[in-house]
Antibody, heavy 127, light 111 residues
Framework: EVQLVESGGGLVQPGKSLKLSCAAS????????MHWVRQAPGKGLEWVGL??????????AYAASVKGRFTISRDDSRNTAYLQVNSLKTEDTAVYYC??????????????????WGQGTLVTVSS | QSVLTQPPSASGTPGQRVTISCSGS????????VNWYQQLPGTAPKLLIY???QRPSGVPDRFSGSKSGTSASLAISGLQSEDEADYYC????????????FGGGTKLTVL
């Protein structure tokens, strides 16, 4: 069974840091780009960033709202992706999900989607 | 404010057909495929439709997607009580070095 399990969330003070983990199983993790998506309480989904595979030099990309404060990394030997969140703000309070990037090409066009999603880990930023 | 625009709410009675719209621009929906995710209360999002109109294995054929120009739609026919959930559209956006964008979500209520 393809599965993603996040951990590492909790209550943290503004300005502090936290490292979230996403443990993968049931698929070839090293061959998959991975994303982080967050959801503030009662709000919609917001893409946070992605990390590509070793073949793509572990390239990363981030949403403007977190660029410079958040860092995504991965350890393929542990089948785990990470989200390091620094200089936390109250508006970073959210459930953080990791999800796998899937891609297919047909007729000269390629398309991508996210599947599956982990259960999420809650980060609460408050003094 | 989300890059993709969805109505905040939709509703229908059991057995009815409902549609949820998702409006974007040339750099996202106009240039790339649209995916839809279903989020049941208290759970993580789940892939519902990918590549505009493709259903993953296990998703009932009551769910269908379409795209035209810079807009997309999700249709649910034969509405059931278990369809009550939040629905999100998403697409890759070619602008600003590329990033993924979501709609604000539509809360579907089955009356």
């Amino acid at each position: 069974e393809v599965q993603l399990v996040e951990s590492g969330g909790g209550l943290v003070q503004p300005g502090k840091s936290l490292k979230l983990s996403c443990a993968a199983s049931g698929f070839t993790f090293s061959g998959s780009d991975m994303h982080w998506v967050r959801q503030a309480p009662g709000k919609g989904l917001e893409w946070v960033g992605l990390i590509r595979t070793k073949a793509k030099r572990y390239a990363t990309a981030y949403a403007a709202s977190v660029k410079g404060r958040f860092t995504i990394s991965r350890d393929d030997s542990r089948n785990t992706a990470y989200l390091q969140v620094n200089s936390l703000k109250t508006e970073d309070t959210a459930v953080y999900y990791c999800t796998r990037h899937l891609r297919a090409c047909s007729g000269g066009s390629c398309y991508a989607w996210f599947d599956p999603w982990g259960q999420g880990t809650l980060v609460t930023v408050s003094s | 404010q989300s890059v993709l625009t969805q109505p905040p709410s939709a509703s229908g009675t059991p057995g009815q057909r409902v549609t949820i719209s998702c409006s974007g621009s040339r750099s996202n929906i106009g240039s790339n495929t649209v995916n839809w995710y279903q989020q049941l209360p208290g759970t993580a999002p789940k892939l519902l439709i990918y590549s505009n109109n493709q259903r993953p294995s296990g998703v009932p054929d009551r769910f269908s997607g379409s795209k035209s120009g810079t807009s997309a739609s999700l249709a649910i026919s034969g509405l059931q009580s278990e369809d009550e959930a939040d629905y999100y559209c998403a697409a890759w956006d070619d602008s600003l070095n590329g990033l993924w964008v979501f709609g604000g979500g539509t809360k579907l209520t089955v009356l």
